[in-house]
């Protein structure tokens, strides 16, 4: 049989006495210090998002100033075969295509949203399509297996600066 006496806290483990530290006073610059730290973020802060609201990042615009090949008319050359386009979301009058590479055939199109897209078509493989919003600052690319960008269409006059890519046709880089 156990007993357990009755203890309290003191007893059972010790009078801890004085050996809690007496808090520290911090001054009142340190305060001041941290305030004035706080107010100048905060204020840096609103700055840059009001700046951010202002600077043009995402202006739309035709798809055709773009990329001026959906401008031309289509040819035979310019349509992809019935068998792919069943499988892409893309307008069938709007597809052109823009050059042959390593990576397959690529088209630009439109959906019918008016999303621009880059196609590649590779024979025996399912079309890759990549589409955003005809904006100024519009990149595209398809990847390859490793999820490796290969292919790249751009606004006009803009591109990959990476001395990697090759340029194949207006507005369309390929990587070796």
């Known amino acids: 049989m156990t007993t357990f006496e009755d203890l309290d806290l003191g007893e059972a483990f010790g009078d801890f006495g004085g050996a809690a530290a007496a808090p520290r006073r911090r001054s009142r610059a340190w305060g001041a210090a941290a305030f004035l730290l706080a107010i100048a973020l905060l204020v840096v802060g609103v700055v840059w998002l009001d700046a951010a609201r202002r600077s043009p990042v995402d202006v739309s615009a035709a798809p055709s100033d773009l990329v001026p090949a959906l401008a031309a008319e289509q040819t ?3 349509r992809i075969a019935d068998a ?9 009058t709007t597809t052109r295509r823009l050059g042959t590479s390593a990576w397959g055939e690529h088209y630009v199109g439109l959906t019918a949203g008016g999303a621009v897209c ?3 078509v590779v024979e025996g493989d ?4 990549s589409c955003a919003r005809p904006t100024t600052h519009l990149a595209l690319t398809t990847a390859d297996v490793d999820g490796r960008d290969v ?3 751009a606004a006009q006059g803009a591109g990959p600066t990476d001395a990697s890519w090759a340029q194949l046709a207006p507005n369309l880089w390929v990587r070796d």
């Not at 399912?126 to 399509?129: A, D, E, K, M």
């Open 76 to 78: 035979a050359a310019d």
């Open 84 to 92: 792919d386009l069943d499988l892409i979301d893309v307008v069938t």
């Open 118 to 120: 880059l196609l590649t």
């Open 126 to 129: 399912v079309p890759g399509q």
């Open 151 to 153: 292919v790249w269409l």
